[in-house]
């Protein structure tokens, strides 16, 4: 069931979510110090790619001051943005029926796109 949810999350905009991330993990991993942005980019784009089926849990152990550090710059350089895009796109899906697993996709991304660090994604077992 999660391969074709998966397969119509792609059709339905995921791709290009896919891409958008991917891009931007690229252009952020050219300079050394993005290089733990474009890593949570990366992390976000594996997400976009097959999003049902996976959770987004706290790593163990708890992060400390340095991912603290990092979500505020994060929030306030891409985060934010992404975060009010993935709330844009979950209501534009949570119109129809048929789009209420999209929008819910979208609202799990939306924790993430806030505060990538500290954060992992784990298969759903």
Known sequence: MN?????????????????????????????????????????????????FGREIREKEPPSGALAVIMNIIWIILPGLELAVLHLFLALIFAVTIIGLPIAAQHLKMTRLALLPFGFEVREIR
Do not use: E, H, M, R
């Open 3 to 51: 391969l074709l949810l998966n397969l119509v999350w792609l059709v339905f905009g995921g791709f290009i979510i896919v891409l958008g991330y991917l891009l931007g993990a690229i252009l952020l991993c050219i300079t050394i110090i993005g290089i733990p942005f474009g890593i949570q980019c990366f992390k976000l784009a594996g997400l976009a790619l097959a999003p």
